[in-house]
């Protein structure tokens, strides 16, 4: 898998996924949820992919700048 944010190729156990959930970006912490996937390394990583549209290009959807997403358990 390949990281959203810097790009950089990993196991995709070592990157956090993140899906569409109802129209809206959803960390998916068990990596079970169904759906196109976006992988990120970690939250520097994800936020940067936020706001490059790292995200949007991964999952194939437009996305808005949704902070509220890091900042979740």
Do not use: H, W
């Not at 196991?11 to 996937?37: H, I, M, N, S, T």
Request: hydrophobic fraction near 30%.
């Amino acid at each position: 898998r390949r990281c959203a944010g810097c790009g950089v190729r990993a196991d995709k156990r070592r990157l956090q996924r993140f899906v569409l959930v109802d129209g809206r970006l959803a960390r998916d912490r068990e990596q079970r949820l169904p759906g196109r996937g976006a992988y990120a390394c970690d939250d520097d990583c994800a936020r940067r992919a936020l706001a490059r549209g790292g995200f949007s290009r991964s999952l194939r959807a437009t996305l808005r700048n949704d902070s509220d997403l890091l900042n979740s358990p």
